[in-house]
Structures are given as structure tokens and as C-alpha cells.
């Protein structure tokens, strides 16, 4: 036994020496044009010559083939850009198999990939670049084989079979900056999982895994990351605190969980954050600080797909820099006409489709001086009053009312005209929506653009006399009422539909 252990200990000497000579030649030679090595030493692998070195690809193929092919390639000691292993039966990496390449990108994917053995990859540390392990059967972080790895910039562990990552599993790996375990079977990690990454990593993805809470402790040394991914989990709750320590955070997405409401200050700590998702969960709830501290830069807030019953506006009050705001499929059945007041002004996309919405109060929409999209389709609009829309008209690129049970009325007529004007500004999809509404003395329906106007009897009628009664109950009723004319001047199209200025 000693003496087998001794020689264990030489033969990873050795090893670790080869490595260190090797790499002396490459950086000499790295401006030298590269060459393949004959096709048949390196069958059925496929060699080609790329701008930074070798890209060579082996696909549904074994250890012997792959062994043999890496031996062919050690000669030149080329730059090897890509080594893409896929598709293979590859259940062991065995120790030395990349000893005397120099080799940038490593591939190993669907390869039935179990155990890395440690020296494997060390003799890679001062070239690799990125590693990428997916769609294999790793149990858990190959720690160990990955530590000398002092370059690496991207680590892929994606659908793997990994369920714990424990105390300081990616150690050695000072300069990584992306690393995502999508797809695996975490159920807990360890609170000091993530030491010595921590100057570094900006990209942190464990997306499609078994948390049932967020993993605070371990994320919370992660003060450079600018993007977390925690979708796809079974996490139910949040709170105060659990996003300690992530103070430059970009993007954080929660989406389909299993979250039922959103506490207050949950999110405090995020003051840089500018993108929140947290579609896709049952939050019926969100507390009016909920969004505390997020009130300098979150732009970006998905809700959609949850069973909020009203817009959460209290909530949403403080963040006066939001710009797009999905609440799509929900079930939200009364808007109250203060709705958007106190944050509604920097809105730019607004998404309210497949709600359950009957009625928009006359003056729902006026703080949404932004509003470039509009998506209302979906619900169970009977009207949609012009009244509603005059304060969005001048900015507004995009609208859907497609899928309501809307009634043809002459107070619907800002419609075709909307699509005129946009028409005439820039070819926008509108177009291709064609939203439909019942004639009720007809009993059929029309296309809304296609109303029969003349046997409407819309002229001269006035649906909405307050916008133009000096009443004082919309912002700029002027420059709406001139750009319709305008845009009815400019298509020389009948103004027949605006009762309101034919006289
Ligand atoms: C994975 O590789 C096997 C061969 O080992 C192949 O049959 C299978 O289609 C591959 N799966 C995917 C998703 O590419
Ligand atoms: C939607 O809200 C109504 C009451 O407004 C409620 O009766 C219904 O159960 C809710 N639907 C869901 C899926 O929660
Ligand atoms: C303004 O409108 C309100 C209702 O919206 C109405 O009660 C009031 O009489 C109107 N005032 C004028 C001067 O028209």
C-alpha cells in the first residue's frame, strides 16, 4: 500500500510539472498559425481552423475514440478555441486526459457525465476560459477537479442531478463571473457555498431547482452580483432580510414559485435593482411597503400570472421610475380611478390582458402621460369610452382591446381613428389586430375599424362634453382635440365619428 500511494503522488507531480512546461511552448507560439491534425488520427472527431485556434467537435463516440484524439492533438500543442464533447458515453473523466493541451472552451454535454476526477482539468487552469458540464449525471460540485481552475470565467452545471452544494464548492475559481445550475435537484446550500467568489461573480442562476426558501446566507457574501435567478423553484415565502448583502443587484427573478404575497421591505437592501419578476406565483397579496427601497431605480415589474384582485397601487406609489408594468392574467375585475395616480407618469408599457376588467373609469388613464403600449385585450370590456383614452392618445404607439364583448357606439370612434394616425407616423402592428364589436340592433358584429358609421348616427351627438366643458377633468384635452383633427385633415378621411367638433 505505501508504495502504491507513493507512486500516486509522483505520477500527480509529474503531472502538475508537465502541465507547467507545457504552457511555456503555447504562449510562445499562440500568433503562429494553427493547424488540424490529419482527419484520420483524430476520427470521429471533426477538426476545423477558426480565427483564435482549433474548434474541434466529437460526437456520439466513447472514451477510447476521445482519448485517442486528444493524444493525436498533443504533438503540436495548438490552441484547441472549442473541444466540444457531445452526445457521447463518457461516464468518467479520467485524470491526465487533457494534460499538454491548451484548451480555451471545454464542452462535455449529454455525455452521461458522473465523476470528474481530479486531474483531469487542473493542467487547463491557465487557458480555460469556460466550462460547460450540462445535461450530465453529476451528483454534486466536482469541487476538487475545478480548483486549479484560475481563469475560468464561466461555469455551466446545468441539468445535472446535483442536490447540495456544500461549504466552499467553488474555491480556486477567483476570476469566475457567470455560474448557473439550472435544472438540478438543490435542495439546500450551505452557507459558505459561495466563498471566494465573491469578488467576481455577477451572473448567479439557480433556476429550475427544489428551494423552498431563499438560500440567505450563502448569497448574502455575493455583493458584486448584478443578476439572480431563483425561478422555477418551490420557494413560499419571502421576507425581510433574505436579500441582504446583494447591494449592486440589477435583475432578480422569483417567477413561478410558490409565493402567495409580498411582504414589507422584502426587497429593502435592492437599491440598484431595476428588473423584478415575479410572475408566475399565486400572490394575492402585496403589502403597501412591499416595494421599499427599490424606489430610486426599478424600472422593469412583472406580476403577470398571479391572483392579485386589484392593482396594487399603494405599493406601487413610490416607484417613481417604473416604466413597464405587466399585471397580465390576474384576476382583477375593478380598476378604481386613482389607480396609476402618484407613479403612473413614467409608465411606457402597461399590460392589463386577460384579467377579469368590466368597466375603465373616465379618468383611469390620465397620469399616463408615457403610455407608448397598451394591452387591455382579454377582459370584459363592454366600452371603452374616448373620454377614457383622450390623455394617452398623443403617446400611445400600440393599443390591443382585441377579445372584449365590446358594443359598436360612436364613442368608439377614436379607435380607427388611433390606427389612421399611427399609420401615417410609422407602420406599427396595430393593424394586424382586429378587435370586433356587436351591433345590438343588428345582432351581428363588425370589425371596429369597420363600424358602419352613417347608419350610426354619430354626428353631431356628444358622447363626452366634459373634456370640453372647461371642467378641468383632463390635462391637455387642446392638443388631443387638435392632433384628431389633424390626423382626420391629413388621411382627408370623414370626421364623421367626432360629434364632439363637427358642428
Ligand atoms: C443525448 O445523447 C444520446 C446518445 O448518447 C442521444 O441518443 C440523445 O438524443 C441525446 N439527447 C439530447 C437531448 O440531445
Ligand atoms: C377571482 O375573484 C373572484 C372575486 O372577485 C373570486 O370569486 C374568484 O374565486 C377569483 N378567482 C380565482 C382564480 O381566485
Ligand atoms: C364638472 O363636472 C362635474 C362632474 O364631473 C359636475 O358635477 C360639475 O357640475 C361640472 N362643472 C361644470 C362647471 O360644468
Known sequence: MPSRTALWTWIKLLGLALAVLDHAPVAAQSNSPQTCPPGSDISPCVCQVKKNGLDIL??????????????????????????????????????????????????????SLATIEETSLSSLGRGLTQLDVSQNQLMSVPSSAL??????LILNLNHNRISQIHNRAFEGLDTLEILTIYENKLTFIEPDAFRGLDKKLKRLNLGGN????????ALSML?????????????????????????????????????????????????????????????????????EGLEENLQY??????????????????????????????????????????????????NLQKNDIKVLPALVFENLNSLETLSIQNNKLTRIPEEVMEPIMDSLRVVDIMDNPLICSCELVWFPNLLRDLKNRDDEMTQKKRPMC?????????????????????????YHTSSLSGNGSTGRPGATLLSTVLAALVTGSTVIGYGRFVR
Open 147 to 152: 480548483k486549479n481552475l484560475h481563469y475560468l
Open 438 to 462: 356587436t351591433m345590438q340592433n343588428e345582432h351581428r358584429e363588425y370589425y371596429v375599424q369597420n363600424m358602419p358609421l352613417e347608419r350610426m348616427s354619430c354626428v353631431g351627438k356628444k
Open 301 to 350: 415589474l412583472r406580476l403577470g400570472d398571479n391572483n392579485l384582485h386589484i392593482i396594487p397601487s399603494e405599493a406601487l406609489r413610490p416607484l417613481h421610475r417604473l416604466r413597464h408594468l405587466d399585471l397580465r392574467s390576474n384576476n382583477i375585475s375593478v380598476i378604481s380611478e386613482d389607480a396609476f395616480v402618484g407613479f403612473g407618469d413614467s409608465i411606457t408599457f402597461l
Open 210 to 217: 427544489d428551494l423552498t426558501a431563499v438560500p440567505q446566507k
Open 58 to 111: 466529437c460526437e456520439a463516440t466513447d472514451v477510447q475514440h476521445i482519448t485517442k484524439a486528444m493524444s493525436a492533438l498533443k504533438g503540436k500543442s495548438p490552441i484547441i478555441f472549442y473541444l466540444k464533447l457531445r452526445h457521447n458515453n463518457l461516464p468518467k473523466l479520467q485524470g491526465f486526459v487533457f494534460l499538454a493541451l491548451d484548451i480555451r472552451h471545454l464542452t462535455i454535454h449529454n455525455s
Open 223 to 291: 455583493d458584486n452580483l448584478r443578476k439572480l435567478e431563483l425561478q422555477e423553484n418551490r420557494i413560499k415565502t419571502i421576507k425581510e432580510g433574505d436579500f441582504e448583502g446583494l447591494e449592486n443587484l440589477d435583475s432578480l427573478i422569483l417567477a413561478h414559485n410558490q409565493l402567495t404575497e409580498v411582504p414589507a421591505r422584502v426587497f429593502f437592501h435592492l437599491t440598484l435593482l431595476n428588473s423584478l419578476e415575479l410572475e408566475g406565483n399565486s400572490i394575492s397579496y402585496i403589502a403597501k411597503e412591499a416595494f
